[in-house]
């Protein structure tokens, strides 16, 4: 089967000067169209109809046949008609003919060959390239504005309403004249919304420049009750700053889907680091950012192999393995011992949430407590603190306790609530409403001590580990009194009591260090790094 594909593109183009040949993406706009018309499995001959000289030495460099329109089909009022026929040679017998504007950079050629085979398979005289866009509208009757509906939907129960795209128009070439194009049996191929962007105005110009440059993002991720689940949070934090939806992989030997809580991002659970790396193999990702501690020589160099061109951007990482990354970023260390490294808490990435709240008012005296110690807590500080608390010397103290997704014994510890000042909550939404309404705090010195610390409320730490102890934030020289790794019951009563007891003027003292510290800008500080690779 002879099928041709003509690609009208003159020089003249008045609302975007040198439009065909200006370059988005790296190439010129008519490369898109050209490279999908030779790449197709159904079309056997590509001409470019054109007077535009750059354009003619743009196709002939890329493989295809050029036909020199003159000047009388070149003006405004010309139809496409006309020039499609033109470009048609006559001593060759065609079965269809495709016209492919210039001006749709971001069709595939998978949808292209689709609709050409759609259209053979139906025997069509014509099929038009459309997406379907059904909307709430109003024409006009009788010189008054009147809905075209009868009965108000939403959107999704719409009927059908299909807009053309311009991408693409298949005839079958005995139906073509110099006035239609469009045969007796015609039908419209719905393309995916991503591709059906046509430029005509200078802002279709920025939007198909931006899907073009689209980033393609990948987030691998591991949480548990060892690990801790900061990096769930941060990832899932990171995951919203891209203009895509990322693939966000997590390694089910490691961590519990559970842990995710409540998202629509696209989470892709793999069995172990060769099926990660098969998927990232076929994806061919452009940023990938690993959350997973300690990342290995043998790893990165894995990675990097299968995805050669991309940017890989690890976070909280401390092994070999970050010789190999384009960026490493440790909000928990303060030390940059190679270029690539970002360390401290100005690239710490707070929860949006915590954008809308203030820091709070210090009081008098001291009378809610806020008690947590992350998404795990493996040493069991939670159980610890509610066994103090509930003491009849605590009485007068409202304490507020939250365990994470990945505490152990959940039920048992949920049994404090039988005291009437003990809140045990579990998993909770809205954490900075909880925090800022308490006047001090017990954490550990991670994620939780950050969001304290922003919030300004004066907070007593401890680390869950030996790598938290390595943690440089939440320290006494930042507003905050560490106690060390597991310290004792006594340890951690006699800190309390003091806290409990402390005047207005030294929580006051407290907080002020605290929020010496920019700890709001990091997530614009981080991404604008990322984006900037």
């Known amino acids: 089967m002879k099928i041709l594909a003509i690609i009208p593109a003159r020089a003249g183009s008045k609302g975007i000067p040198n439009k065909n040949i200006r370059i988005i993406g790296g190439h010129p706009l008519i490369y898109y169209s050209i490279k999908n018309a030779l790449a197709s499995k159904c079309i056997t001959d590509v001409i470019v109809s054109t007077d535009s000289p750059e354009v003619a030495i743009i196709a002939k460099r890329m ?111 005995e139906i073509i004249t110099p006035k239609t194009r469009i045969g007796s049996k015609v039908d419209v191929f719905e393309v995916p919304e991503n591709e059906s962007q046509d430029v005509d105005t200078f802002s279709d110009l920025q939007s198909v420049a931006a899907s073009l440059n689209k980033q393609k993002v990948a987030i ?59 998927r990232c193999k076929e994806k061919q990702y452009t940023i990938f950012i690993n959350d997973i501690l300690t990342t290995s020589i043998d790893y990165m160099i894995g990675l990097k192999t299968v995805l050669p061109d991309a940017k890989i951007v690890n976070f909280e990482d401390d092994g070999e393995g970050i010789l190999k990354a384009d960026l490493v970023f440790n ?5 940059e011992p190679m270029s ?48 103090i608390v509930s003491k009849p010397e605590y009485s007068k103290y409202h304490f507020v306790v939250v365990l994470g997704r990945a505490k152990h014994n959940v039920d048992e510890l949920l049994g404090y609530n039988k005291y009437p000042n003990i809140e045990v909550l579990y998993d909770v939404s809205n954490m900075p409403e909880l925090m800022s309404s308490c006047d001090i705090a017990v954490t550990s010195r991670g994620r939780t001590g950050y969001e304290l610390a922003l919030l300004g409320v004066p907070s007593i730490a401890m680390a869950q580990n030996h790598r938290e102890e390595k943690h440089g934030f939440v320290c006494n020289e930042n507003g905050f009194t560490y106690i060390g790794l597991n310290p004792n019951d006594e340890i951690i009563e006699s800190t309390l009591k003091m806290y409990l007891s402390f005047s207005k003027e030294a929580r006051q003292r407290f907080q002020n260090q605290l929020l010496e510290h920019d700890l709001r800008n990091g997530r614009k500080r981080v991404v604008g790094i990322i984006n900037n690779l």
């Not at 030997?253 to 990660?276: A, C, M, R, Y």
């Open 63 to 173: 493989g295809a046949k050029c036909h020199w329109r003159d000047a009388e089909l070149c003006g405004d009022v010309v139809t496409l008609d006309a020039v499609i026929y033109d470009a048609i040679p006559q001593e060759q017998q065609w079965d269809y003919v495709v016209t492919m504007q210039p001006t749709s950079p971001t069709l595939s050629v998978e949808t292209l060959d689709n609709a050409i085979q759609y259209a053979i398979k139906n025997d069509l005289d014509t099929l038009i390239s459309a997406i379907n866009a059904p909307h709430l509208s109003w024409g006009e009757k009788d010189g008054k504005k009147v809905p075209n509906y009868t009965e108000r939907l939403n959107r999704q129960y719409l009927p059908p309403c299909y807009m053309e795209t311009g991408a693409f128009v298949i005839s079958k070439a």
């Open 340 to 387: 690539q490294i970002r360390a401290g808490e100005k690239y710490y990435i707070c929860g949006k949430l915590f954008m809308f709240y203030d820091p709070i008012e210090i009081k008098n005296d001291v009378e809610r407590v806020f008690i947590s110690f992350g998404g795990a807590d493996p040493q069991n500080y939670s159980d610890r603190l509610l066994s």
């Open 220 to 278: 691998y991720v591991n949480g548990n009750n060892k690990r801790g689940v900061g990096h769930i949070y941060r990832a899932l934090e990171l995951a919203d700053e891209f203009y895509t939806r990322p693939d966000i992989y997590y390694d089910i030997n490691q961590t519990d889907p559970k842990i995710f809580g409540t998202t629509t991002h696209n989470l892709i659970p793999v069995n172990g680091i060769s099926e990660l790396f098969d």
């Open 331 to 335: 909000a928990l260390y303060h030390d």
